[in-house]
């Protein structure tokens, strides 16, 4: 079946949540590195991890008003 523009944006909005995911996981990683001597740049880093998840709620509701999907299946379309 060919692919058509709206699955190639259904697969965009994909990537992005999964490079969200991506992101929130480098920084808390990043964040365990800089806790033992600096704990105030950590906590910056745990707020990054804090925003990229509030962007992937964002993403879903986004996603059930440009497509009427409550529960998008992200994996689906990678």
């Known amino acids: ?14 990537q992005i949540y999964f490079e969200l995911d991506r992101a929130m996981a ?9 806790d033992e001597h600096h704990p105030e740049l ?7 991890a804090a925003v ?3 962007n992937q709620e964002l993403l879903g509701k986004f996603w059930t008003e440009a497509w009427g999907q409550d529960a998008p299946r992200w ?3 990678i």
């Not at 060919?2 to 909005?13: E, P, V």
């Not at 950590?42 to 990054?48: C, D, F, N, R, T």
């Open 75 to 77: 994996q689906s379309w």
């Open 52 to 54: 990229c998840l509030q």
């Open 26 to 34: 480098d920084a808390l990683e990043l964040k365990v590195t800089f």
């Open 1 to 14: 079946m060919a692919r058509t523009k709206r699955d190639a944006l259904k697969r965009k909005a994909a």
């Open 42 to 48: 950590g906590a910056v880093l745990e707020v990054v």
